[in-house]
């Protein structure tokens, strides 16, 4: 039973920062990892993901604000997310797909199989 869990979220004011945490358990294989979010009213959309390779893909809007990593003795990976926005409101949640990756694309969501609950990012 693979299970992911973010946590991090919470309120800041805009200019701060944020670190939110996706720790997966339940699975010893590597898995692509990807970052979402869904603003209020809106439909859900990538903000990056990281491979089993380490290797990181972000959407344009975003890249030069959050960074993803991950720590594989922990499990988890990370969305660091700076010169936060009140736009950047949100429910963030984390996804993996575990491999084979046929025809993935990092930032779509249909192609992510597993899905964390999310959590409420929100910037004022």
């Known amino acids: 039973h693979v299970q992911l869990v973010e946590s991090g979220g919470g309120s800041v004011q805009a200019g701060g920062s944020l670190r939110l945490s996706c720790v997966a358990s339940g699975y010893t294989l590597p898995m692509n990892m990807g970052w979402f979010r869904r603003l209020p009213g809106q439909e859900r959309e990538g903000i990056g993901s990281?491979?089993?390779?380490?290797?990181?893909t972000y959407a344009d809007s975003l890249k030069a604000r959050f960074t993803i990593s991950k720590d594989k003795a922990k499990d988890t990976v990370y969305l660091q997310m700076n010169s936060l926005k009140p736009e950047d409101t949100a429910t963030y949640s984390c996804?993996?797909?575990?491999?084979?990756?046929?025809?993935?694309?990092?930032?779509?969501?249909?192609?992510?199989?597993?899905w964390g609950q999310g959590t409420q990012v929100t910037v004022s």
């Open positions: 996804a993996a797909e575990p491999p084979p990756y046929v025809d993935f694309d990092p930032l779509n969501q249909g192609d992510y199989m597993l």
């Open positions: 990281i491979d089993s390779d380490g290797i990181t």
